[in-house]
Each structure stands twice: as C-alpha cells, then as structure tokens.
C-alpha cells in the first residue's frame, strides 16, 4: 500500500532570510521545531509565518520533518 510506505525524511534544509537572501543550510532535529532564527548576515530574526510549524516550514528549501511525514499541514 502506497501510504504505509515509509518516505524518504530529509534532515538538511537550506534557510533562506527574507530581508537580505542570505542561505544557510541547517541540520533538523527529528522530533522539535525551530522557530526563532537569527540571520546570520543581517541580523534579522525570523519567525513562522502563520499556519507554518517551525522556520523551516516558513523560509527552508524543505519543510520539517514533522511537515514531510504529513503529520503538519505547511
């Protein structure tokens, strides 16, 4: 059955700052969510948009794991 098929997790995820486009890849955690980041160049800190679990969610180039098992809507 195609829906009791493991998936494919994936841990690393590029965040990308909205204000100054700086990308920074981060490893995340299986089982929490980040959900204040501070940018790296700029300073800015980000948070989740609405609706959005964690900043991976929010700004990543892959949404949490929580996200790609389907257990949170993004």
């Not at 909205?18 to 890849?25: T, Y």
């Not at 501070?38 to 964690?54: F, G, I, S, T, V």
């Amino acid at each position: 059955d195609y829906f009791s098929m493991p998936r494919n997790i994936k841990y690393r995820s590029i965040v990308k700052c909205p204000i100054c486009k700086f990308k920074k890849e981060l490893v995340m955690s299986a089982d929490s969510h980040l959900i204040l980041y501070d940018c790296e160049e700029c300073n800015a800190r980000l948070k989740p948009k609405n609706n959005d679990c964690c900043i991976f969610c929010s700004y990543g180039s892959l949404p949490c794991p929580t996200a790609q098992k389907g257990q949170f809507a993004t």
